[in-house]
């Protein structure tokens, strides 16, 4: 215990900023749109972070080990796409579908990276080009718009439990999922180890390939589970759909404070770092920013998130 | 004249280095004839002059953005900016030359107004890059996203109708039944090679790649070297958007889309190594032909396009599996 709290001490700066943000962010759009604070606006907050917190826990495992998956957009639209296909014919199964291709291509990614030895951003850029591919082929390049029929099969999506809407309790669920499987696992722990310092890791007998394969299933199975919930809440698949989440999901786990260079991190400050982006993008839209323009800010957050948050002692030479 | 003496002594440093080079840089040209002869033996129209002339304009834009990235990778870096640049400086040239949305008629002057902002993003990617060490694809990656919302914002969400003769005229007009930008884009290639084989700039980017602690133990200023790379990358990926811009006519958001990809497709399929040092323009301009060759050929079969982004993922993995040493081993992440 006395380690853990010398730790905190030492690193509570860097530990607390991203709360500290989170709540002057809250407080300046509250005070700027008082209606931001309404119970109403902040669980309609909540929902739409769902999305983007579970695609940025699921790349929170890859980036950990110091990897990083660029394939999670292509990932979770293709998901859509094989939801949207297959709902009407597979009903509940298409979900299932959905995510267990989502798992069988983040094992093929993680192959790839691991026993071909090409470098994890190559190798998912790669297979993000694939995915991109296999979507627009199945969807012969159009949007799906799903039926009366598919879309009673989206309530467990769409609908909600007391006045929570569903989204959030699915993202309640995938955060104790994840925060279990990174805290209290073997796997976390040697995720984390590895992170810090692979040669170590390797030393000490851990399987640094398979837990490094491990996640990247973990990443493309839970940008698979965004993209099923994403063609939910807005009951279509296609091949673009989640086009625009990569740069956010990516920001959302490195302001968190989950450092780029691995080893720091959890699945809380993922969620921090995710409901920041929210906020700051409520509050882009609050102030007028164009949407589109919206990406000169979120591609500056991270520039200066990870300047902040990056290890310097791991890499001597930064290329 | 050198004499014999020095010839030997020249070469006697790493001679065993030299014959593996060989190997390594003729395997992608193999690769590129092979690949025609297969094309020619499906569809003999392969090797008609129009053809011929369909596969370089496709190449033409795939080959000036290659070369900048090619220098980048050279270093050990990599550049994901492409897509953000080519779309600001196409949207800004769009906007600067006589067009459909506004009153400017600057014509050939916008051109260097283009490569200056081209440059300009380079110049900020090296700068971060440097000064903040963070590493360059999260650097890239960052920039990539400011310049589209860059380019986004100057549109609004539309998109602007170029009328301007000359940038027009660099898709449509001919000279020796090529168009001009496939010229231009030689030229590109011509200056690359110069600036890669006789400059010291050149020199410096071979040796960071080869061991940046060693180039800056030699005196090197590798943050100097980084920053102007970066810059000279950009200024590149500018003409790839002045080039994009004159073939589509129009000034758009969407008018980089899918480049990144083909870029690195061919940097490294034409065989420059993603750990640095090792390559060239010349490989990147095999590179570029052998992906142009192939979706000239699925074309020709008959493959829709949508399949080609896909098999031009999996030429990737595999070009970058086949060139990694596996004799140096090194973490991979």
Redesign the interface.
Known sequence: MKNIFAKMGSDSLRQWLPLTTLLILVCIVGVMQPVFLQPSTLLQLASDTAVLFILATGVTFVIMLGGIDLSIQSMASFASVIVALTVARLGFGAFVLAVAIGGVVGLLSGLAHVKLKVPSFIATLATGGVLFSAALVTSKERSITLGEVERSYLTWITGQVWVVPNVIWVGIVVLAIAHVLQAHTRFGRYSAAIGAGEPAAYASGVKVDRQKVLAYILSAGFAALAGVILAGRLASGSPTLAAELLLPSIAAVVVGGTAITGGVGSIWRTLVGALIISVVRIGMTFLGVNIFAQNIVFGAVLIGAVAITIDRSKIPIVK | MTTPIEQITKRQPQPKRIRRWRVATWAPLMVLVLLCIIVTFINPNFLSFGNLVRITQSAMIPLVLGIGATFIVL????DLSVEGVVTLSAVILSMLVLNGANSNNLGVLAVPIVLFIGSAVGFINGL???R????????T??????A???A??L???MSTRINDPFIRGLAVVRFMGFPWGVWLALFCLLLALIIQNYTRLGRYIYALGGG??LAALSGISTFTVRIATFTLAGAFYAVGGILAAAQLGLGN?QIGTGWL?TT?TAV?VGGTS?A?GQGGVLQTLVGVLIVGVLSNGMVLMGV?S?????????M??AA??LS?D?KLNR???
């Open positions: 270093m050990g870096s990599i971060v890059h440097v903040l060490k963070v590493p360059s694809f999260m650097t990656l960052g920039t990539w996203f400011i589209l919302g860059a986004n914002a549109l609004g969400g940046e602690d958001a990809f690195i490294v993603l640095g829709p949508s399949v080609q982004i896909g098999v031009q993922g999996l990737i993995i970058v599996a990694i596996r973490i991979v992440k």
